[in-house]
């Protein structure tokens, strides 16, 4: 048997290509879900935008779903949805390969077909789609009267569903532990409860539907008389076994959940594990999860959030979220640290339990267990010591491998930020692992080979997400393994102030044109889009004799983004010429400059600016005076220059405007052209 393994190693690591594709088509892409079938093909759904959501005027976003195959081409994308907001949350495949697909809509007129499940309800519904397995066809697509988290399915193919429903008008025809969610009174009728359902294949009936919930609420209002919290239980995950036992994963801010005899964890509240006998019939176990009891009185109540599950095929139950670490002592709400644990099949005890991440904010976000019991998990991090003996990147994504114990990381990398931690999947071949990022981008990764030179995602050097859109002019980062010099090197213009197209035996081409660069590290790569028109744009790395695939990336007209801080402000000036802050605020009335990029160049793309030139038809959209956004854009302020800043490359674009009267402590903005505007940020005012 070992040499048979090591065998299957020596295959894979000879067969396998790493690779990283974008697959959006000029607007914005979320992905939400992802899963793979055995055959190496990835499976995507999400939210597909037309422009930035959120502004004025914007379309409401559709479904999206795709399938990408073992070499990262895009064999299939189809778009559907209603005039109102769809937004997937789940995806699975059946056995005969039949794609479903579940989420929120708020469309009257979402695409129904064959609905024989239908629910009516209020918006926000909920949505079950069918798709054959070319994406072709839509075999059935139906409301559902809840909000769904997580979809799976069993050999005979039939689909399992879980999330959150009203506890009072769901239907609960399973035999577990009932509450009482009688709507007979005000404080019940306003309960959620985690739900689970089964579905024929059909989708024409309901086998059996069932309820998890609780109505006591700990009050922490002071004083805690009149102090009034509804019971709110949700599942976020969900796993089926092959004789048809539903396993959920689940948060509550309840203390009263159907706790099973001898679990693990019979009082909590927080996140939570629970098994549904095959047809609903019994509820097998339920054991809250407090992996956060390490010794500190600091610990909160709600210190554990559940948020991926999966078994393996003995019926043991692993299980990846966040939980406060006990290393803040005294802190009341310290940062975060990822967790994953090993339940037994009879959730009696926790076999292990591992933390990532302590000393800043880590969750594990996806999770998959190979057939030699190794977990695989993604997260985020921004801790500074979290383990990355395995990485090229420092950035905010991680993938890790656990060994059956738990007992050891057989891999751990960190990952450019929003690049792989929306989902994971794994082949039936071992050591193959694809995973999701959070815009538009799926990577197949092969821990045990030398990573694949190759671009792995773009930003705007202003920051925002990394995805595969860009504009003729923008200034951006690609960021990828062994791409550029080991030595870090920054470029120096020429005497008459052109930027250099070679970097240390770095080159990089878009749609064939040599594009000007500012810095190349072994991996990240700061360069300006040349000039090309909208659509595909392949982008093509050369380091000294290593070549890297093309990524296809996409034009559009623009893609604008502004220099901010890393909390989130502006990087502005006041008039005076001081640095906008908390402390510092710009007076109402008064100038500010502020930068952005993505909003095209004012002169010729690979030069640095050498004086202004008011060219740029830029707006400035104002939100409601605030610290996060709560609407559209409601008015613009009045811009006096936009255009050329001299001493930053061209496609770095300065705008001057004037803060309105009316502002209070803050104001939100975006810039851009519309209706094409950045990500908001805030500007502080005096």
Known sequence: ????????????????????????????????????????????????????????????????????????????????????????????????????????TTSPDYPRSHALVYFPSANPAGF????????????????????ISALATDPAGNLYVAGSALACSFPNTAKLPPLDFSCANYANSLVTAAF?????????????????????????SAPATGCVIFGATSAVSLAVDPSGNAYIAGNTNTLDLPVTPGAATPSGVGAFVAKI?????????????????????????????????????????????????????????????????????????????????????????????????????????????????????????????????????????????????????????????????????????APAQTPT??????????????DGLVSSGEAASLYGPSIGPSTPVRATPDSSGNLPTSLAGVTVSVSGAAAPLLYASASRIDFVIPYASAGQAPIHIQNGSASSPDFNATFV??????????????AAINQDGTVNSNNNPAPRGSIVSIWATGLGASAPIGTIQTEAINNCGCVVGLYQQANVTLGPIISYANVVYAGAAPGLPSGITQINFEIPETALGSIEFSAGIYPQFSPPVILWVR
Request: with cysteine.
């Open 277 to 445: 006998h095959s047809g609903g019939s019994a509820l097998d176990y339920l054991t809250y999860i407090e992996p956060s009891q390490k010794g500190s009185s600091a610990i909160t109540p709600e210190s554990a959030i559940a948020k991926a599950i999966a078994i393996d095929s003995s019926g043991n139950a692993y299980f990846a979220g966040a939980t406060y670490s006990a290393s803040f002592p005294g802190v009341a709400i310290p940062p975060s640290e990822a967790f994953l644990l090993k339940l037994n099949p009879t959730a009696t005890a926790f076999d292990w339990t591992t933390y990532l991440g302590d000393g800043g904010p880590s969750q594990a976000t996806s999770l998959a267990v190979d057939a030699s019991g190794n977990v695989w998990a993604t997260g985020t991090t921004t801790s500074p010591t979290f383990p990355n003996s395995n990485g090229w990147s420092n950035g905010n994504d991680f993938l890790v491998e656990l060994n059956p114990t738990g007992s050891a990381l057989l891999y751990s990398g960190r990952y450019p930020g929003g690049t792989i931690s929306q989902g994971i999947g794994l082949e039936s071949a071992p050591g193959l692992v694809h995973a999701a990022g959070a815009n538009g981008l799926v990577s197949l990764v």
């Open 128 to 147: 079950i789609t069918k798709l054959s397995p070319d994406g072709s066809d839509i075999l059935y697509s139906t409301y559902f009267n809840a909000s």
């Open 453 to 466: 030179m190759r671009v792995f995602g773009i930003q705007s050097l202003a920051g925002g997400v990394i």
């Open 557 to 570: 007209s623009h893609t604008p983004v502004v220099f901010s801080n890393p909390d989130g402000t502006a």
């Open 1 to 104: 048997m070992r040499l048979l393994s090591a065998f299957l190693l020596i295959l894979v690591s000879a067969r396998a290509q790493e690779f990283t594709t974008y697959i959006g088509d000029g607007s914005p892409y979320k992905t939400t879900a992802m899963t793979t079938d055995a055959s190496g093909n990835s499976y995507l759904a999400g939210a597909r935008y037309l422009n930035i959501p959120g502004l004025a005027g914007d379309p409401l976003p559709d479904v999206f779903v795709a399938k990408v195959d073992h070499t990262g081409k895009l064999i299939f994308e189809v778009t559907f949805g209603g005039k109102g907001a769809d937004i997937p949350t789940a995806i699975a495949l059946d056995p005969q390969g039949n794609v479903y697909v579940a989420g929120s």
């Open 196 to 220: 689970v359902a089964e579905l024929p294949s059909d989708g024409g009936s309901i086998l059996y539907s069932g309820l998890i919930g609780g109505a006591g609420v700990p009050c922490k």
